[in-house]
């Protein structure tokens, strides 16, 4: 024979317990209206973690504008020429100066990531430091990279 616990409703046995200690915490009574991205102060790591995002992002965009150049390149001579006059341009050159920081920004940061992952480098005070690491030396590297590449032997 089951108990009378048994028989009640569910309702009927959970108001037989009594009500929790802890209760939720209560919520603002006025909430933002807005919110203002740019007035946030993200830490180091966030601004990385959203730079390699947008750099990953950048790079699958430029894949099929770089398809469209090596097809172009590809047609005829006079299409040659044309596809590098377009690529030493400024405006290129400084395409090619964003591609090449977003391919080493998306490296170092993905380098990192993976150490945080293996539990490398966790404490704040390293974290800062790997994220400053990446956040400097991705710019100087490309424009190294970009330096020696315009060095003639």
Partial sequence: MKSRFFRRSLA?????????P?????LMPTRPVFLTLWQIKLPLSG?????HRLSGVLMVLA????????????RSPHEFAA???????WTGKLALLLLLWSVLHHLL?????????????????IARRSAKLVLIAAPLLAIAVRVAGSIRA
């Fill in 12 to 20: 009927a046995r959970i108001a037989a317990f009594p009500p929790s």
């Fill in 109 to 125: 940061a993905g380098v990192r990531h993976l150490l945080l992952d293996l539990d490398i480098g966790l404490e704040r005070d």
């Fill in 47 to 51: 601004v990385v973690s959203i730079l």
């Fill in 83 to 89: 596809t590098a006059a377009l690529l030493t341009s």
């Fill in 63 to 74: 894949l099929p504008v770089a398809a469209i150049l090596l097809q172009q390149a590809l």
């Fill in 22 to 26: 802890r209760r939720a915490p209560k």
